[in-house]
């Protein structure tokens, strides 16, 4: 089977952790135990998120006094997607599975007449009171918001369009392959009239980019692991309950946050409804137990009537 197998923030740094680059690595060494599980006999594709490595990268900048201007966010995406690749890549390739890894560093264009860039509202960095958050924007140029009771910088989450090294990627799997790729949702570029990109100072949905790697790439399935071993009904409460599958007309009639898991099912439902085949939200540490719908939620088409019933 190609799998594309979506890694959350969880997998690098659980939250309330210090970005210690060693606290990193041995986060990175635990999933990559249960990657190794999948990579048997299966094509592997990983992507992963990194928010907390841009953010930290993005204060350093800021705050370097022998910068004219931080460094922007294209940039110190691809430079976190070449350190969480590597991590990754070393430590798959300490498994014991007669294949390779590899990074890429992946740019993903977007639509500058995107709706997204009218309107920023991922946040991005640390908070700050009004006064600091304004004279930020006024120095740098940056849009800020309210985010609860403090300031933050907001940048546009465009939508997804292409995957400028897909040949690239098609390649390496023929080559027997893993492939990291599209890490932090890919650096984000747009297409220029004489040819070639130019990047853009936004964030794009690293499940949203998932899904549309997975479609681009007839993977036999997409695999969202988080820090939730499945979707609940009323979950937080005492009477939750995990759905094992989920069409993709029950999932129309329910809300998620968009903070959270919102973005993984909209991503899942994105896979399913284009390509027919199935996708699965769960826990990275029951990874070789989704496929086969004993953990987390398998979201499936219409056409396979499941009721979807929790446990």
């Known amino acids: 089977m190609r799998l594309v197998v979506a890694l959350g923030g969880n997998a690098l740094l659980r939250r309330g952790e210090r970005p210690d680059a060693t606290i990193q690595s041995y986060h990175v060494e635990e999933a990559a135990i249960s990657l190794g599980r999948l990579r048997s006999g299966n094509q ?7 928010g907390p490595q841009v953010g930290l990268l993005a204060l350093e900048s800021q705050e370097d006094a022998s910068l004219s201007s931080p460094y922007p966010l294209d940039v110190l995406g691809a430079q976190t ?43 991005v960095g640390k908070t700050y009171d009004a006064r600091e958050a304004a ?106 309950s995990a759905y094992r599958t989920l069409s993709l007309a029950q999932l129309g009639e329910m809300d998620f946050a968009a903070g959270s898991m919102g973005p993984k099912v909209r991503a899942a439902e994105e896979f399913v409804r284009h390509t027919g085949r199935r996708a699965v939200i769960g826990s990275l540490s029951d990874a070789d137990a989704l496929l086969s719908g004993e953990k987390g939620t398998m979201i499936v088409p219409d056409e396979e009537g499941s009721l979807g019933a929790p446990h």
């Not at 592997?44 to 990194?50: A, E, P, R, W």
């Open 81 to 123: 997607q070449g350190m969480i690749g590597y991590w990754i890549s070393n430590d798959l390739d300490s498994a014991p599975v007669n294949s390779s890894a590899c990074t890429l560093i992946t740019r993903v264009v977007v639509d500058p007449h995107d709706a997204a860039f009218g309107n920023p509202t991922k946040f």
């Open 135 to 240: 004279d930020l924007a006024s120095q740098f140029g940056w849009i800020v918001k309210q985010d609860g009771g403090a300031w933050r910088r907001v940048v546009a989450s465009p939508q997804p369009l292409r995957i400028v090294e897909l040949p690239v990627i098609e390649g390496l799997l023929a080559m027997g392959l893993t492939v990291i790729c599209a890490g932090g949702g890919g650096v984000p570029v747009m297409e220029v009239p004489q040819g070639g990109y130019v990047g853009v100072e936004a964030v794009i949905d690293k499940d949203l980019t998932s899904a549309k790697l997975a479609i681009s790439l007839d993977a036999d399935a997409l695999m969202i692991l988080t820090d939730v071993d499945a979707i609940y009904r009323d979950f937080g409460a005492d009477r939750a």
């Open 44 to 50: 592997l594709v990983v992507t992963h998120g990194n």
